[in-house]
């Protein structure tokens, strides 16, 4: 894989990147690589997600799951 120097950046578009970055739970780098590659082929490569980074979403706070009602519990009959 090639690498790539980006110079003569301003400030707040390097603000804007890391802070994206943070809200998706990954590095600057990832971010800015990821955006450029959606930029280059938008259809090519689907910005998927892992599993990890799936399961990771999930676990942060202000997720709300619904939880089922409770029913009774049944007692089983053993024929005494």
């Known amino acids: 894989m ?3 120097t980006i110079r003569k950046l301003p400030d ?3 603000q ?5 970055a943070a809200k998706n739970g990954r590095s600057l780098e990832d971010e800015a690589r990821r955006a450029l590659i959606a930029l280059v082929r ?7 997600k892992s599993i990890g980074e799936m399961l990771f979403e999930m676990s942060r706070p202000g997720i709300d799951l619904p939880i089922p009602p409770r029913s009774r519990a049944r007692i089983p009959d053993l024929g005494e």
């Open 42 to 48: 938008p259809n090519k490569e689907p910005n998927r």
């Open 16 to 20: 804007s990147l890391r802070e994206r």
């Open 2 to 4: 090639a690498s790539l």
């Open 12 to 14: 707040d578009i390097k």
